[in-house]
Nanobody
């Protein structure tokens, strides 16, 4: 089992930055891939970025060049650095662990609000 706890959300003006953190209850080496997803009101949850245990990264087109996903294996923590934020980035952001050996796990989410 994997517990995930997100933090770092908040209210920021357009053009600002935030860094989200996702702390895992076990070593990231035991997790095949991790990702950040977001869900805005009235919309489906969508992939923002993902990173594999080998370090391969994938980004949604809407965030390329503005967001950076990373992981600190020593701290069992994944990050999402978000720069040049736009009002359309407003959503609840969730982290997800794709273990590859069992079920996927989700965090509880953290709210990001970008004011115009």
């Amino acid at each position: 089992q994997v517990q995930l706890v997100e933090s770092g959300g908040g209210l920021v003006p357009a053009g600002g930055s935030l860094r989200l953190s996702c702390a895992a209850s076990r070593s990231l080496f035991s997790i095949n891939a991790m990702g950040w997803y977001r869900q805005a009101p009235g919309k489906q949850r969508e992939l923002v970025a993902s990173i594999t245990s080998g370090g391969s990264r994938n980004y949604a087109d809407s965030v390329k060049g503005r967001f950076t996903i990373s992981r600190d294996n020593a701290k069992n923590t994944m990050y999402l650095q978000m720069n040049s934020l736009k009002p359309e980035d407003t959503a609840v952001y969730y982290c997800k662990a794709m273990t590859g050996w069992g079920p996927d796990y989700w965090g509880q989410g953290t709210q990001v609000t970008v004011s115009s």
